[in-house]
């Protein structure tokens, strides 16, 4: 049986209550929840019959100590390595070389960049490979990451 989507909104606010999640802002369809250093945001969308249900949990305390965390009003890009051969990621016309492994298994050793909300062309180049061109649209306080391998 399909329910509408107000006993959908109803149910989720129920349920993370019950988990120790609190409910701290909320507009229509989209809530976000805070729970001991994490946030979460659902997201709902109607389509016909269906509910589509959007779940994205980030670890707020966890990605602050590891420097993931966007500077006020801005955005954050992180770029790791974890191909067999060092990779070029172009931003603008600025090359940024990374080393085999770089970034793969610590965030302490990626490039790690606060930038302007906006859009970035990125371009990864790996030796002997056609590049690969990424368009990342970075809104204020979102950080994007990739990792090439």
């Known amino acids: 049986m399909n329910k509408p989507i107000s006993e959908v909104e109803k149910f989720y606010r129920q349920e993370a209550s019950k988990t120790g999640w609190t409910l701290k802002k909320s507009e229509p369809r989209i809530f976000r929840f805070v729970k001991r250093g994490k946030d979460a945001i659902v997201s709902l969308t109607r389509s016909g019959d269906a509910?589509?249900?959007?779940?994205a949990i980030r670890?707020?305390?966890?990605?602050?100590?590891?420097?993931?965390?966007p500077d006020a009003g801005k955005g954050r890009l992180v770029f790791a390595n974890?191909?067999?051969?060092?990779v070029?990621?172009?931003?603008?016309?600025?090359?940024?070389?990374?080393?085999?492994?770089?970034?793969?298994?610590?965030?302490?050793?990626?490039?790690?960049?606060?930038?302007?909300?906006g859009s970035y062309k990125v371009i990864v180049k790996i030796p002997g490979?056609?590049?690969?061109?990424?368009?990342?649209?970075?809104?204020?306080?979102?950080?994007?990451?990739?990792?090439?391998?």
């Open 59 to 69: 670890d707020v305390t966890l990605a602050n100590s590891e420097g993931l965390l």
């Open 129 to 149: 490979q056609p590049s690969q061109t990424e368009l990342l649209e970075i809104g204020k306080d979102e950080t994007w990451g990739i990792i090439h391998g």
């Open 51 to 55: 509910t589509s249900i959007k779940l």
């Open 88 to 117: 070029v990621f172009t931003i603008g016309e600025t090359d940024h070389k990374l080393k085999v492994g770089q970034g793969a298994n610590s965030t302490k050793t990626a490039l790690n960049k606060s930038v302007a909300p």
């Open 82 to 86: 974890a191909h067999s051969s060092p």
